[in-house]
């Protein structure tokens, strides 16, 4: 009567310590512990639902349930994990911020490095970044790519809207030349309407001008 309640808390711990130490990316502080949660909750359910359905050894069930079903729900966290890790490593120095939120990627290329002032046109600056972004958009295959370009308020804004939008095509060009499956692909401009800095300044004008990509996971992929 008592073994059955001491045996998932011991197998959701184990998952739940095995999560966080068998993940080598463990150091991304943000993304190891989604893991981990993943695998520990799914390790509960799973270890009720093996405890059932091995009515002849409850504790041998509960265990086998929450090896299997933490291993699955930690695996988009875990996979999110690895791309983080690697599109970190592969824009180091190359003035491209990567964020991550939950499951959500998003990486912000100033416009020093992408577009010259009132041009749609790719800086040569930005082949390198971009081309980086098109091998692990290649490698990692379970995501969306939301390409979102921005502009300061200098000039009038419908014409800003069009320049952002430009902007946002020609990334999603040359990603599809490289090998993007266009499927996932999806632009938009938002010219001077989503500031990060004021843009009574030029430095705040410099950092409104740039190109966003949001990799969220594809339906299906959590």
């Keep these: 009567m008592y073994r059955f309640p001491l045996v998932v808390l011991c197998s959701s711990a184990l998952l739940l310590s095995g999560c966080a130490s068998q993940n080598p990316y463990d150091q991304q502080a943000s993304g190891s ?5 993943y695998g520990g909750l799914g390790a509960l359910a799973g270890a009720a639902a093996g405890a059932l359905i091995n009515h002849d050894n409850r504790g041998k069930g509960a265990l086998i349930g929450a090896a299997v079903a933490g291993a699955a729900a930690a695996g988009y966290g875990y996979y999110a994990d690895r791309q983080e890790q690697e599109l970190r490593r592969s824009m180091e120095g190359t003035g491209v911020e990567v964020q991550r939120q939950g499951d959500v990627i998003q990486l912000i290329m100033p ?7 009132d041009s749609a046109q790719i800086a040569s600056s930005f082949y390198q970044p971009l081309n980086n972004l098109a091998n692990s958009f290649r490698q990692y295959q379970q ?6 370009g921005h502009t300061d308020s ?5 014409y800003n809207m069009g320049l952002s939008q430009r902007r946002a095509q020609s990334v999603a060009d040359y990603l599809l030349a490289q090998g993007v ?3 996932r692909i999806s632009i938009r401009g938002v010219g001077p309407d989503q500031p990060v800095a004021s843009n009574a300044t030029a430095d705040g004008r410099a950092q409104n001008r740039r190109v966003e990509v949001t990799l969220r ?4 992929a959590q």
Excluded at 33 to 37: E, L
Excluded at 143 to 148: F, K, L, M, Q, R
């Design 181 to 183: 499956d266009p499927e």
């Design 33 to 37: 512990n989604r893991t981990a949660s």
């Design 143 to 148: 995501n969306s790519i939301e390409i979102v």
């Design 154 to 158: 200098t000039g009038s804004h419908s």
């Design 217 to 220: 996971p594809l339906p299906g």
């Design 111 to 117: 416009g020093n490095i992408t577009f010259a002032t």
